[in-house]
């Protein structure tokens, strides 16, 4: 009997003092980054630069991901929107290749570039961090909670310990370790209402690519037949007369030439991840063993070389191989696949289909929490699935320009984690566009930043002030909304950024051909029906004059603020140089950017906080302009 008792209590006893033991010697950090992904660096650097003490763990030699290790230097979308940390890496490349135009290489991107220049640049943005710490070529073993810690057990050996955790995994493998809620594949049309989602769930996610990055050699360098090839594989990845039509699913089929060009790089490469019937490759290795991972990319590898080796023997491009100035690998290909799809976390909130086509439309809104922007369609790889065919056909669907919720990247059940990369909270569909490079750099920089701004004010990531987080990425030259009539240069953009977020004048969302927007119309004439203040203002007993002009909005919000409690200090006369008011037309209507500009400085509705599902927290306090 006394055994039995007195067992347990040592063995409580013992690992109690394990624990003071290990975590006594441990460094600790603010903030630990898993991941040096495309979103990983953005979030190491954007947490170090707000004064948290900031680790980033990355298993391989480079940082980027996607957009460097797995060879995707074609960047796609958010041309016309560089927001935040995507605007400041495309500015490094054009540092490297003299100009915009110098990487408009190729027809699927206007941003193309040499992947071991992308980590060169990531490198060195890194390096300028003095609170940011990278641990290189190094895994995790475990990771487990020792309150008010996360502990971190390296391959190595080390133990480190932090306040905040940052998952920026390619597949999600930090939240199948803390066994977070998350979902994988396909979701249903019932899960969130989106009526081209099929009608069951699965767990079919999108095709993976080993990337190809080729050289011009300038005389043949064939590669060595590989084992397994069947040209017929590929007969329809372009224009062919072999190709039958049956067998291309619909697809557009280009020109070989046209097709060699599609992802061409400065300095006379080609950058090879072509959908058609290319060298895409579906398998679902999300819940695989790092084994079992090793052994289907090779799988992968396969494919790829296969697809080169037609390339050249077939198509002509003889003088194409693997370039050998790119990837520090022994076959010269990239060193990770190109995941386009992982899990995805149950979050605070999901952004769904509804969401992008109908933002003001949702039970919450969610818009209002807006962290990042987004202009692709919805694009969805699943070609080389074996049952294909019977698929939905997810293609290019169209969409508005987009914003993301705060809410998205924080878990609904774990605490002192903030999720990044392509595991946040969103529905498959909509995966189809989150996914892309500028999106998951932006989604990178708000996780580093919530994730600092939790551990240097020792609360959660989900108490964090929305607002201070939408004021840190506006500093930042951060869209977060998708205007494109109002770009980051124009010196009311913070202005109109602070009231489309409210909600109280709202943005118009086109497709046009593949291009996806947002306008705000600034100039245009402001309408009754564009104001949506009734939430900010109790506008039955303060109504909107019938006449929108200039000098009637003045003595409306005149009315208001001197029949509030608030001392506000401003005159008819300094109201008027708020805006662009012209005495000789007392009849002239009053702009859309003019009425923000005054409904900024006056009322100051952005202010006001706002929960993570974007509800109004605490009435507006009104504030003069010299307090």
């Known amino acids: ?28 950090y603010d903030v630990v980054v898993v991941g040096g992904g495309t979103s990983g660096i953005a979030a190491g650097v954007s947490s170090a630069r707000l004064g948290a003490k900031t680790l980033l763990i990355e298993q391989g030699p480079w940082l980027g991901g996607m957009l460097t290790s797995a060879g995707v230097s074609a960047v796609d979308g958010n041309n016309k929107l560089p927001s935040g940390f995507w605007g400041e890496f495309r500015d490094s490349l054009v540092g490297r290749y003299g100009s915009l135009d110098a990487m408009k290489t190729g027809w699927v991107s206007n ?7 992308g980590n060169d640049i990531f490198h060195n943005i890194a390096k300028a961090e003095s609170n940011l710490t990278l641990k290189m070529n190094q ?31 390619e597949l999600g493998d930090v939240i199948q370790e803390l066994e977070v809620s998350h979902r994988i594949g396909m979701d249903s049309k019932d899960d969130y209402d989106e009526y081209i989602a099929p009608d069951r769930s699965n767990d ?16 043949p360098k064939i590669i060595d037949q590989p084992k397994g090839y069947d040209p017929s594989v590929f007969y329809c990845a372009t224009q062919s007369e072999k190709c039958h039509e049956e067998s291309t699913m619909i697809r557009t089929l280009w020109p070989k030439e046209r097709k060699i060009t599609y992802g061409k790089l400065p300095n006379d490469k080609y950058m090879i991840n072509w959908p058609i019937n290319g060298n895409d490759y579906y398998v679902n290795a999300i819940y695989m063993s790092p084994e079992e991972r090793d052994s289907v990319f090779k799988l992968a590898k396969l494919k790829s070389l296969q697809f080169l080796y037609y390339l050249q023997t077939e198509l002509g491009f003889e003088n194409l191989s693997i370039a050998d100035d790119e ?29 992008l086509s109908h933002p003001y439309k949702q039970s919450h809104p969610t818009y209002r929490t807006s962290i990042a ?47 990044a990369e392509k595991s946040i909270s969103v529905s498959n569909i909509v995966n189809g566009t989150t996914r892309l490079q500028p999106v998951v750099l932006q989604i990178g920089q708000v996780a580093g930043i919530v994730a600092a701004s939790a551990a240097l004010s020792n609360d959660l990531p989900r108490n964090i002030d929305v607002r201070k987080i939408q004021k840190i990425l506006l500093d930042n030259e951060h869209y977060l909304m998708p205007f494109l009539d109002v770009q980051k240069s124009h010196p009311h953009f913070k202005t109109y950024q602070r009231i489309g977020v409210t909600g109280i004048l709202r943005g118009t969302g086109k497709n046009i051909g593949w291009e996806n927007q947002t306008w705000f119309y600034p100039d245009s004439n402001l309408r009754i029906e564009d104001i949506f203040i009734d939430e900010y203002i109790d506008t039955n007993r303060y109504p909107l004059p019938e006449s929108l002009t200039q000098s009637q909005i ?21 109201m008027e140089t708020f805006i662009n008011y012209d005495e000789g037309q007392p009849e002239k209507i009053i702009t859309r950017g003019e009425f923000s500009v005054l409904l900024d400085a006056l009322i100051q509705p952005f202010e006001q906080p706002v929960t993570l599902l974007g509800e109004l927290s605490t009435p507006i306090h009104l504030k003069s302009l010299t307090d």
Not at 140 to 165: A, C
Not at 333 to 348: F, K
Not at 395 to 404: A, E, K, L, N, Q
């Open 1 to 28: 009997m006394y055994k039995t008792l007195f067992t347990p209590l040592l063995l409580s006893l013992s690992l109690i003092l394990t624990n003071c033991d290990t975590t006594s010697n441990q460094e600790v």
């Open 111 to 117: 941003t193309l570039f040499e992947p071991h220049i």
């Open 139 to 169: 895994s995790w073993n475990t990771i487990y909670r020792v309150e008010p810690y996360w502990v971190i057990e390296l391959s190595e050996g080390d133990k480190i310990r932090t306040k905040q955790l940052v998952e920026a995994t």
């Open 204 to 219: 079919i996610i999108q095709d993976l690519t080993y990337a190809l990055i080729l050289k011009d050699y300038r005389e």
């Open 327 to 355: 990837f520090p690998t022994d076959d010269g290909l990239p060193l990770i696949p190109y995941h386009r799809e992982s899990l995805r976390i149950d979050g605070v909130t999901t952004l769904s289909m509804n969401h």
């Open 373 to 419: 922007v987004g202009d692709y369609p919805v694009d969805h790889h699943h070609a080389a699935h074996p049952q294909a065919d019977e698929l939905p056909e997810l293609h290019f669907y169209p969409v508005p320009s987009y914003s993301i919720p705060l809410g998205s990247l924080i878990p609904e059940t774990q605490e002192n984690l903030v999720v």
């Open 554 to 574: 003045i003595d409306w919000f005149l009315n208001y603020m001197n029949d509030t409690e608030t001392s506000v200090t401003f005159s008819k006369n300094e």
